[in-house]
């Protein structure tokens, strides 16, 4: 079956930076379409970026200009370099997959079926 597996969260002050990973596995074909969404303490789970098979980017308003996704498509590999980070950032981050071509980057929960258990990222003041 298929597994999605995120690392890199942590703590960090206001102005800094982290990266996170995301590993999908698992399908026939082992290609995935994979995005990344968080969710903040009572919040709505919301896209974070995206990255479709021709490179074209997705990202949130919020965290445009600020966050850059990056994939290595032969290992299944998905980034999440965070900068110039605030504590409004501070949320689980999860990584999500679909085993399908990814013609568009979709920020849409629906569109993925394959979800990892988070990481969490604090951004203090």
Known sequence: QVEV????GGSVQA?????LSCTASGDEYNRFCMAWFRQAPGKQRE?????ADDGYLSYARSVKGRFNVSSDRD????YLHMNT???E?????Y???E????YSGSLQQREYNYWGQGTQVTVSS
């Open 15 to 19: 102005g800094g930076s982290l990266r």
């Open 47 to 51: 896209g974070v970026a995206a990255i």
């Open 75 to 78: 290992r299944n590999i998905l």
């Open 95 to 97: 990584c999500a997959a």
């Open 5 to 8: 597996v995120e690392s890199g």
């Open 85 to 87: 980070l605030t504590p």
């Open 99 to 102: 085993p399908a071509d990814c």
């Open 89 to 93: 950032d501070t949320a689980m981050y």
